[in-house]
């Protein structure tokens, strides 16, 4: 198993990867931290196409991150090289992912 730790600073209403599993798939933490000036709503998930949600694979929907805020999601459980994938109504909110590849 390799740890792994990887993250974005997302602009507003644009799903960004926040990192990519492992060829054997991974498990991981997501952190979100709201560093803007109003409240975020945020989105969360695993896809296999680059910054592109599977709806069947959300996590998170418009769950509400406060001011200065943070929040952790866990256990993400990603297959083989399959891309986590954050999304957030307003900018300067940073999604890191930490964990382990299989």
Do not use: C
């Amino acid at each position: 198993m390799a740890v792994k730790i990887s993250g974005v600073n997302l602009s507003a209403n644009t799903t960004a990867n926040i990192g990519q599993a492992g060829s054997n798939g991974g498990t991981y933490t997501v952190h979100i931290l709201n560093r803007g000036t109003s409240s975020a709503f945020v989105q969360l998930g695993v896809g296999d196409s680059s910054a592109t949600f599977d709806t069947s694979q959300k996590l998170l929907e418009n769950t509400s991150v406060g001011v200065n805020e943070s929040i952790s999601f866990s256990p993400v459980v990603a297959g083989g090289s399959d891309y986590v994938i954050g999304r957030s109504t307003v900018a300067n909110v940073n999604m890191v992912m930490m964990g382990h590849d299989e």
